[in-house]
Nanobody, 122 residues
Framework: QVQLVESGGGLVQAGASLRLSCAASGRTFRRFGWGWFRQAPGKEREFVAAISVSGSSTDYADSVKGRFTISRDNAKNTVYLQMNSLKPEDTALYYC???????????????WGQGTQVTVSS
């Protein structure tokens, strides 16, 4: 069993930056691919970013390319999402997820955190 705890969300103005963290329990962190997803009010959850088991491959949604960066620190069992140039449309509940590979599909992830709220004001 893997438990994930997100942190780092908050209320910021447009143009600001935030770094989300996802801390994982257990000793199997290294074998997972990781993803970040988000869900805005009234909308379906959507893919944001993913990183491979090795950390050498990353994927991003078009809406965040060039602004967000996903990374992992195996020594700290933590995955990060650096978010720069935030926009009001980035407002959502952000979830991290762990699975066998880095995927853009929710169904490919086995473990999910509870989410951390990001609110961007205009």
């Amino acid at each position: 069993q893997v438990q994930l705890v997100e942190s780092g969300g908050g209320l910021v103005q447009a143009g600001a930056s935030l770094r989300l963290s996802c801390a994982a329990s257990g000793r199997t962190f290294r074998r997972f691919g990781w993803g970040w997803f988000r869900q805005a009010p009234g909308k379906e959850r959507e893919f944001v970013a993913a990183i491979s088991v090795s950390g050498s491959s990353t994927d991003y949604a078009d809406s965040v390319k060039g602004r967000f960066t996903i990374s992992r620190d195996n020594a700290k069992n933590t995955v990060y999402l650096q978010m720069n140039s935030l926009k009001p449309e980035d407002t959502a509940l952000y979830y991290c997820a762990a699975g066998d590979t880095n995927s853009v599909r929710e169904v490919d992830y086995d473990y999910w955190g509870q989410g951390t709220q990001v609110t961007v004001s205009s």
